[in-house]
């Protein structure tokens, strides 16, 4: 955060409130989004066991990244893939 907020010529604390203001979130929250998004199209698509695709997107713990995943979506990342592919279909 620090090289982020320097890069911008800003404060941590202003940048921080910035990037809030402007993506209605804090910048953690937004890569966790970012990543389980990601992961989401990844399982969809079979990319690959769950577990492997949790280590891919950055997560060191498949337990945490299955509690984020149903905390985020409200639905297991099964459950979430096999809602992608039955609505989107072509598209994932």
């Known amino acids: 955060m620090p090289e982020l907020a320097a890069e911008a010529g800003m ?7 910035h990037f809030k203001a402007l993506t209605g979130s804090t910048p953690i929250q937004y890569v966790k989004a970012m990543r389980l998004h990601a992961a989401r199209l990844m ?6 066991p769950i577990t492997t695709i949790a280590a ?3 997560y060191a713990s498949a337990a945490r990244f ?3 995943f149903r905390r985020y ?7 979430g893939a ?11």
């Open 11 to 17: 404060s941590v604390p202003s940048y921080h409130a």
């Open 43 to 48: 399982i969809a698509r079979r990319k690959g």
């Open 56 to 58: 891919e997107v950055g």
């Open 66 to 68: 299955s509690r984020d």
């Open 73 to 79: 979506f409200r639905r297991s990342a099964t459950e």
């Open 82 to 92: 096999r809602w992608m592919r039955e609505h989107l279909g072509e598209f994932v």
